[in-house]
């Protein structure tokens, strides 16, 4: 039994969670691993926009999020997945990423909706800001760096499609050596 003094991995996001652009996505995953990079892929069942990172939380902290997000209200908006880029730039690629291209400012304000939230129970604000993404792949080392900015650049601009946002989910990750494990812990809807 897990006491209350113990805590969970937790972030908060809005999933990907349409099967034609998970497609699309895996597709880009499987050029990109062509590469010659190693790399880890991100499983498409994992597949998320995060708007805030937690860290570990005491699980007794848990219920006073939920009561800072139950106020958070955002009506359903369709967000357009394109274009590719990476992190953390100036030719160091840690991360490839998917981003968005409309909808955007829906998501930020969710953002910040999220992060003002937060802050007034304790959580530090996020310094670097948001850029809205979807992580697919880590690179673990670079064996052919014009390679894979090459195919980065060839896929900046592509649309994956959009699709219907109309949830924000507290997530808890569960590391394992295969690959992290998400579950909800609770769910904010979109009021209409």
Known sequence: MVGMSEGY????????????I?????????VLARTGNPMKLVEPENLHFTLKFLGDVQIARIESIRKALSSLSFKPFDLEVRGVGYFPGGGRINVVWVGV?????????????????????????????????????????????GRLLKLIDEWRDYRF?????????LKRSILTPR?????????????E
């Open 9 to 20: 991995r937790c972030f908060i996001a809005v999933d990907l969670d349409d099967v034609a």
């Open 22 to 30: 998970i497609e699309r996505v895996k597709g880009f995953q499987e």
């Open 101 to 145: 291209g409309r909808g955007y400012d829906e998501l930020r304000s969710i953002y910040e909706g999220v992060e003002a939230r937060l802050s007034s129970i304790g959580f530090a604000r996020d310094p670097r800001g948001f850029t809205a993404h979807l992580t697919v792949s880590r690179i673990k080392s670079i064996h052919d760096r």
């Open 161 to 169: 499609g959009e699709y219907r946002v109309d949830r924000v989910k």
């Open 179 to 191: 690959g992290p494990i998400y579950s909800d812990i609770h769910v904010i809807e979109a009021s």
